[in-house]
């Protein structure tokens, strides 16, 4: 549902987030902007607000696949005695 007035600060980054995927024009109208400039402009501020810079609305979608982690050989002693 569409916000009824402009959210801002921590709501405006949620509902930014949330709809992110589905593009700025999409996001700023359920976030209760009409204007995606204006939009994009009040994200930036609320997020710089709590320390985070964002060049686009992009950069507020979590990556779904988390860094691999390369699995190299393990140095242990063999017993716990022989340390």
Same mark, same amino acid.
Not at 73 to 82: K, L, M, Q, R
């Given at each position: 549902m569409a916000a009824s007035s402009p959210?801002?600060?921590?709501?405006?980054?949620?509902?930014?987030k949330a709809n992110a995927k589905k593009g700025t024009k999409f996001a700023a109208k359920q976030c209760g902007y009409g204007d995606p400039t204006q939009f994009l402009n009040a994200v930036q501020d609320a997020c710089q607000s709590i320390g985070v810079d964002i060049d686009e609305?992009?950069?507020? &979608?979590?990556?779904?696949?988390?860094?691999? &982690?390369i699995s190299g050989i393990e140095i242990a002693p063999e017993t716990p005695t022989s340390l």
């Amino acid at each position: 549902m569409a916000a009824s007035s402009p959210l801002t600060g921590i709501e405006l980054i949620n509902c930014a987030k949330a709809n992110a995927k589905k593009g700025t024009k999409f996001a700023a109208k359920q976030c209760g902007y009409g204007d995606p400039t204006q939009f994009l402009n009040a994200v930036q501020d609320a997020c710089q607000s709590i320390g985070v810079d964002i060049d686009e609305l992009q950069d507020l &979608v979590s990556d779904p696949h988390p860094a691999k &982690v390369i699995s190299g050989i393990e140095i242990a002693p063999e017993t716990p005695t022989s340390l």
